[in-house]
């Protein structure tokens, strides 16, 4: 299977407190400007900023929620928690890792971005759970850190919700020029 193209497109860090991390990580790799999402999703705050050619994806649990994010913090606290990788077929992208011993865990969403998530043991990937790949997907393979793939639809979501901001705190992805 020919590897599809890939392109690093932020860490996703687990965070105790939003606005420390975004003051010391502004000061440290000269993030200017960050993205904070309004409102709180599935008890969480999220904010994106960019700052030596990396993005960061900050996330802080703010109340209880089913996420993966809550999984990990209540396992292990802070900490990166996934490296997120632009992908224009992300379904070749999962099925290498899978097909390479990691597991699925496939993320499915809706046109308003509502997302239910669920870890898949390889052995037991069916046609179905490919076809039912959303927005996202990640996969968990060894050492720890979850991968993020985000393809093309991905994209257009983060560009509608970022809007102004998607180009000042996030990477363009490979198929962009």
Do not use: C
Not at 22 to 27: I, N, P, T, V
Not at 29 to 57: I, P, S
Not at 158 to 168: C, E, G, K, P, T
């Amino acid at each position: 299977m020919t590897t599809p193209e890939l392109r690093a497109f932020h860490l996703g860090i687990v965070v105790t407190s939003l606005d420390a991390t975004m003051e010391q990580y502004g000061a440290m790799f000269d993030v200017k400007r960050w993205h904070r999402a309004k409102g709180r999703f599935n008890g969480l705050e999220m904010a994106y900023g960019r700052g030596g050619e990396q993005a960061f994806e900050l996330f802080e649990v703010v109340g209880p929620g089913d996420s993966h994010i809550h999984q990990f913090f209540d396992e292990h606290g802070e900490g990166v928690n996934h490296i997120g990788f632009w992908t224009a077929d992300v379904t070749s992208s999962a099925r290498r890792a899978v097909d390479n011993g990691a597991q699925l865990l496939s993320l499915t969403a809706d046109a308003e971005g509502n997302a239910t998530a669920r870890l898949v043991p390889a052995q037991s990937v069916t046609a179905d759970d490919w076809s039912s790949q959303g927005l996202v997907t990640f996969v968990k393979p060894t050492g720890g850190v979850l991968i993020e793939y985000v393809g093309p639809a991905g994209e257009e979501f983060m560009r509608n919700w970022l809007q102004d901001d998607f180009a000042n705190v996030i990477a363009a992805p490979p198929w962009v020029g």
